[in-house]
């Protein structure tokens, strides 16, 4: 053979060499300020990218956070996390929302989002802690990002029924899934409700898909009421999302379904209790079982077994709890979020009385 000839070749074994290892996501990102207009549903992807979920701004942010460092799981607890950060913002702890709290699984660093202030006017913050219980801002202001829009999402000035802002609804949960963002939230479409998967490198987010549920508490099938928590989950070998609403249903669907522009009925598998909301919520094992871990407003939190949930059959008349079924873990009052730890603890960020919030790990239940 040939040196032309063989050096030919040697580059095209190298370049498919490269085009065969994981995909550097970092890569696709570009250095420079990465504003914000909100800062509200967080979610980890790979090589410490962290997804930030826009309400305000419509979009949703990646950044490089370079926190790729493997570190330990450490116990540990932050009393008083909201008068900490109010004090490391210059502000009182009145006028701090904590919004989401997610833990990095490589460096076990803690990312929380917050607002400083009420309203349309609060900053958004981007702080992380670790075990030594040390808070430091995140700074956007020189970092590798990207940025994908949601085009169909609710006018900034668009509101419900009730009067409550619909743009602060744009975006409620987020999860990063083979290799794509999912977003839930509302659009601006007639059926209000959306589940959008946004391939990650970002290009461009497409109108999503608007969604539709039966409502057993309310005993009506319903299309504006966005999805308040959801989880990535398998079922049968296929890919779903279990996804939780106010007034409690659960509900699955199917990943494969969620496409562009189409409109897809989920199967409600339990009615969890009215007049409450769902927070957050978390997969995990333990002693050989799949559980759900989802904390609540009024109802506390809730741990599901996960044993049989191709079980169940798809709730379509009015009734009242029925379904999956759930212990009430009566160790755990107050948390209003919480992420998984490691394999064995959870992070909560629990309300004791006087309204101070705790920042700490318990062990899984």
Known sequence: ??????GFFLLLAAALAVAATPADYSSSLKAGKAELKSAGALAFGPDGILFIGDTMGAAVVAVDTKDKTKGTSRPFEIKGVNEKIAALLGTAPDQILINDVMVNPISRKVYLSVSRGRGPDALPVILRTDASGKLEEFSLDNVKYARVALPNSPAADAKDRRGQSMRLEAITD??????????AGLSNEEFASNLRSIPFPFQEADKGSSVEIYHGQHGRWETNAPVRTFV???IKSESHLLAAYTCTPLVKFPISGLKPGTKVVGTTIAELGNRNRPLDMIVYKKG??????MSNSSRGVMKM???KIDTFQAITQQTELKGLSYETVESLKGVEQLDRYDDANALILVRGEGGSL???TVALP
């Open 305 to 307: 077994s996960t044993d």
């Open 358 to 360: 705790d920042l700490k």
């Open 232 to 234: 990535p989950y398998e």
């Open 174 to 183: 987020l999860a990063f899934v083979d290799g794509k963002v999912f977003v």
């Open 288 to 293: 050989g079982g799949e559980f759900i871990l």
């Open 1 to 6: 053979m040939s040196f032309p000839r063989l």
